[in-house]
């Protein structure tokens, strides 16, 4: 099953597939209703990168935070007990986290120098089981010998990549009345680690055809 942690790196899915992730996607908005406001974002470089497209949130939710947890940084991470510990994720996104097979969870973890520290930052995508829509994205950096949580986005769908040193974000958009099956367009945002924190150097609105389905057609906003 692509994006469970006994199964390997998977490489990413996007907006193609938003007619079979309808359904995820519904009933992760629906659980995320009362608890988040809208937001979300996404990364790529090293490692597996296996994506659902994500949704559009105001830039406020994606939050550079600076909560320690108690994880080894050197070598291969255990996402999920990194996840499960950070007092900065939410109750939602642990209580998604389950096992979709056996012990196998449904995380994409990828790796990658994000923040210039000596150790790689390691970049951990929350899915659901079955169409793996992206529910939390999260960066962990290096710091006397813990991983720190230094970015995190909550709103479904989303998705996290390092992108030649880039944090790079990926959020569906959805106009009123727009079905889940069939957003209107994507806001793809690129984070750069400047002055102990992410911050957002640009974005990217892709549309999505009406009638031939969601082919992007890109345009930049100012």
Request: charged fraction near 20%.
């Amino acid at each position: 099953m692509r994006g469970l942690t006994g199964a390997g790196p998977l490489r990413v899915r996007r907006t193609a597939q938003a007619a079979t992730t309808a359904t995820s996607v519904l009933v992760a908005l629906t659980l995320f209703a009362t608890a988040c406001g809208t937001g979300g974002t996404g990364a790529r470089d090293e490692g597996p990168a296996h994506a659902d497209p994500a949704a559009s949130p105001p830039r406020s939710t994606a939050t550079a935070t600076g909560s320690e947890v108690p994880v080894p940084a050197a070598g291969r991470v255990d996402a999920v007990r990194l996840i499960k510990h950070d007092p900065l994720v939410s109750a939602e996104v642990k209580r998604l986290l389950k096992p979709c097979v056996a012990d196998e969870y449904p995380v994409d973890v990828s790796y990658g120098n994000l923040t210039g520290g000596a150790a790689n930052d390691v970049v951990v995508n929350v899915l659901t089981c079955g169409d793996a829509v992206g529910v939390g994205s999260y960066v962990y950096r290096d710091q006397g010998g813990a991983h720190v949580n230094v970015f995190r986005a909550e709103e479904p769908p989303v998705y996290a990549e390092i992108d030649r040193g880039d944090l790079v974000v990926t959020m569906q958009v959805y106009d009123r009345g727009d079905p889940v099956s069939n957003p209107s367009g994507e806001n793809v945002i690129t984070y750069r680690w400047t002055a102990g924190r992410f911050a957002e150097e640009f974005r990217t609105h892709n549309d999505y055809g009406k009638v031939s389905g969601p082919e992007p057609t890109p345009r930049s906003d100012s």
